[in-house]
């Protein structure tokens, strides 16, 4: 069954040609409550289907727009915890006020304190939880939520 992830339309991104009416020859914007609903579909260990998509890796959603997380910043940190965890290094959608962080199928993804502190510092609601769990979570949440979602372990 698929679940709902709400976030308002990007105009800077283009992502307008749903939020326009038509009114006699002139196209007006949607009022700024019209919400693009992101759908969640299957979850397994290694994958995740959303919007009909499915990703074999690992995702950030950041104001309704899906990219693959970045590891790369946190490698150095594998050795100590025999996983990439989750760092302040990487590119967090810091930009909410709340972020969910699915932690795999089991909840194995290490996140550093540091992400805590800064998730503190930054006034944002950090929530930690495996990943099947952060998918009903984030359907859940309004716009105002960005996600990192692990995809194994």
Request: charged share 25%; aromatic share 6%; with cysteine.
């Amino acid at each position: 069954m698929a679940s709902a992830w709400r976030a308002e339309p990007d105009a800077a991104e283009g992502n307008t040609s749903s939020a326009w009416l038509h009114a006699g020859l002139r196209q007006e914007p949607l009022p700024h409550t019209m919400e693009v609903v992101m759908r969640f579909g299957r979850f397994k260990f290694g994958s995740v289907q959303i919007d009909g998509v499915t990703y074999e890796y690992d995702v950030v959603i950041d104001g309704g727009s899906i990219r693959k997380r970045k590891k790369k910043p946190s490698k150095p940190f594998r050795n100590a915890y025999g996983h990439t965890p989750l760092s302040a290094a990487e590119d967090i959608p810091w930009h909410c006020r709340r972020l969910v962080v699915g932690t795999g199928a089991h909840g194995a993804l290490p996140i550093l304190e540091e992400v805590e502190r800064e998730a503190q510092a930054r006034q944002v609601e950090l929530l930690e939880v495996p990943t099947a769990r952060a998918i009903e979570e984030l359907a859940k949440s309004g716009k105002e939520t960005n996600a990192i979602l692990h995809v194994t372990c």
